[in-house]
């Protein structure tokens, strides 16, 4: 038993007990699936609730190292708003928040990019892009289609 467990530890408990305790005792095949498809999610629910700050204040900083000297009025005015967002708060909502501001400001910039026909900035903006499908890949990805093939 965990004396102080954190949102992770107590999501993979609930997904083990789900597989271990409870799967043994179910019947019906759509049941079992069921239950199956459950325990991924829980998983990939405490993957994120370990990292999804992190994540995203990784990722933020890279975007506005990426965008900041960008001469666009729109991704200028994206990261103006970004940069004005309240930043000292941990909480998910205000970091989701600024997460969602910068994601404004890279998607200015992509536009920017392609529009000017700038293909070095292009690239590396595809890159960060990259970067963001493989973090959530990290999540997502790891969900097998359990009796569905």
């Excluded at 009025?73 to 909480?91: N, W």
Aim: hydrophobic share 50%.
């Amino acid at each position: 038993m965990l004396s102080r467990p954190t949102t992770d530890q107590v999501l993979r408990q609930v997904a083990s007990d789900l597989a271990d305790l409870v799967l043994p005792h179910v019947d019906g095949e759509p049941a079992r699936v069921a239950v199956q498809m459950m325990t991924q999610l829980l998983a990939g629910c405490a993957q994120r609730a370990a990292h999804e700050l992190a994540w995203m204040h990784d990722e933020m900083a890279a975007i506005e190292a990426a965008v900041g000297d960008i001469d666009d009025d729109a991704t200028q005015a994206a990261l103006a708003a970004f940069r004005d967002a309240p930043a000292a708060s941990l909480h998910l909502d205000d970091v989701a928040h600024r997460y969602h501001l910068a994601s404004d400001a890279l998607g200015a910039a992509v536009e920017h990019a392609y529009r000017v026909g700038d293909r070095v900035r292009s690239e590396r903006l595809r890159d960060l892009l990259a970067a963001r499908s493989a973090t959530e890949m990290t999540i997502i990805g790891r969900l097998d289609l359990v009796g569905r093939g």
